[in-house]
């Protein structure tokens, strides 16, 4: 049985919902120059060169300007996050719709280039305080918690092109940030997550067939310490200015198997848990790099800029909970396969005992129930989903209705093994279905990738009206607080 105060609520992130992309004083972000894309046609980011002539670069790790060039808007150009949802303007109506399903917590981010609009200002820009606030406040007329984001994939552009998370003094520029958000919300949210799946830095390096040569291991770890110690500061400052705050990390939860019993095919899974999932983890928990991480960092001939304190804001600064997303598990081998998995996020041998969805993501309710019960060993914390979800094709029928009967399904599966977990002993204290609206995709810039409980009329070249309407896993979701998770018919 889950707690009496479990928490049940939706999540969705600034970049693909807010919209305004340039309104009431927001600096820009590197998204507000990415293309929308699809499963075949990669989200591109435009750009002008030194000669002014217009063009595309593919977005990668560590994507780096032609010399000369900037990133620009181009004319007829569909850029998805530039009005996402309009959850900007039209929050009270979600909030209120959200409210009627009966959320107790709901996950969302704050756009740091609403609050720095470079990053690097002495002063916030009051607007973007002033809509955040309006935001919280509209929450707690319902009685919902907000559970907010720091960092969610993003910053002001200005700081990326300093050198973003490769660069030291971002961590300081970040300390500015949270210190003036923990200040101006005091009182008005009190669970937070310092950056959205910190663990992708190095774990999408893995993910791909371990191509990424040792320059780029290099960044990836170097970047995500710094994450490390801007996170710890989080912490740090969070409980400092008031000691109510509950301040989580969050990893990008993807358990992985082996794909035989070949004795090399089941290190190579403990390796692939421990640079993917519990590298991260153990510092955000522990305080402290594990054991295993000068092995890894050898692999790729990595040395760190990591100075004394750094240790100690590390050690001070751990988290009070640990929240993950979860949408799927992968299988890792030694061996040559040639039944494999291609899809955004997704890679590998494709597992025989699973279904797969049409974005390549394994149906593996269990994988969930698995993952819930490891970490809950190894860190003792309390734990809290904060995403998980399908993302799926919804289609308005005759009457103006969407039957998504196969969202259900995959909910329901997944909460019964949220269930047997919690009998298990692990300590969840919430769940945030992931894209409780629909919104704009992060991996193809879709909006007919759907998650949500209601249906936003937009399409993938950025028609429609942008209607709400509810599909039929609102009312389930409805009852599913209601009975706090006993009704899942």
């Avoid at 997704?346 to 279904?355: E, H, I, Q, S, V």
Wanted: with cysteine; charged share 25%; hydrophobic share 35%.
């Amino acid at each position: 049985m889950f707690k009496d105060n479990f928490l049940w609520g939706g999540a969705i992130a600034a970049n693909q919902s807010e919209g305004a992309w340039n309104l009431d004083g927001k600096g820009p972000i590197l998204l507000d120059f990415r293309t929308g894309g699809s499963k075949k046609n990669p989200r591109m980011l435009t750009i002008i060169d030194k000669e002014g002539n217009p063009g595309k670069i593919p977005i990668t790790r560590g994507t780096r300007l032609p010399d000369g060039a900037q990133y620009s808007i181009l004319e007829n150009i569909y850029y998805p996050s530039h009005e996402g949802i309009d959850f900007y303007h039209r929050y009270k109506d979600d909030i209120k719709l959200f409210a009627e399903m009966g959320f107790k917590i709901f996950r969302l981010s704050i756009c740091w280039a609403r609050i720095y609009p470079t990053g690097v200002e002495d002063k916030p820009n009051q607007e973007g305080i002033n809509y955040y606030k309006d935001v919280f406040n509209e929450l707690k007329k319902y009685n919902i918690e907000p559970l907010v984001t720091l960092v969610h994939s993003e910053m002001p552009l200005h700081l990326e092109e300093l050198g973003g998370w490769s660069n030291r003094e971002t961590i300081k520029h970040f300390d500015r940030y949270v210190r003036t958000v923990f200040e101006e919300f005091k009182g008005l949210v009190k669970y937070w997550i310092t950056f959205n799946e910190i663990n992708n830095e190095v774990g999408m390096l893995e993910m791909f067939g371990n191509t990424a040569n040792d320059e780029t291991y290099q960044t990836a770890y170097q970047k995500l310490h710094y994450e490390f110690v801007a996170s710890a500061h989080a912490v740090k400052i969070g409980h400092e200015i008031d000691e109510k705050n509950i301040i989580g990390g969050m990893i990008c939860g993807i358990p992985h198997y082996p794909g035989s019993n070949d004795p090399d095919d089941i290190l190579l899974c403990r390796y692939t848990w421990e640079k993917a999932i519990f590298y991260s983890g153990d510092v955000l928990c522990k305080g402290e790099y594990p054991v295993f991480s000068k092995r890894l960092w050898k692999e790729h001939n990595v040395v760190l800029d990591i100075t004394s304190q750094d240790l100690i804001d590390l050690k001070e600064g751990i988290v009070d909970l640990y929240t993950f997303s979860y949408y799927m598990t992968n299988v890792v081998t030694t061996h040559e396969v040639t039944d494999v998995v291609s899809g955004n996020f997704a890679a590998g041998a494709r597992n025989p005992y699973l279904k797969y969805s049409d974005w390549g993501w394994a149906y593996d309710p269990k994988g969930l129930r698995y993952y819930l019960e490891v970490i809950n060993d190894r860190y003792q914390k309390p734990v809290m989903i904060t995403e998980n979800g399908l993302g799926a094709k919804d289609s308005l029928d005759s009457d103006n209705t969407i039957n998504d009967d196969y969202r259900i399904e995959y909910l329901r599966d997944h909460i019964i093994e949220m269930k047997k977990a919690v009998e298990n002993g692990v300590n969840l204290i919430g769940y945030t279905a992931w894209g409780c609206i629909d919104i704009v995709s992060m991996s193809t810039g879709q909006m007919s990738k759907r998650y949500g409980f209601i249906y936003v009329d937009r399409d993938d070249e950025g028609a429609g009206t942008l209607k709400r309407i509810k599909k039929k896993s609102f009312n389930w979701y409805k009852k599913v607080i209601e009975s706090n998770g006993n009704k899942l018919d």
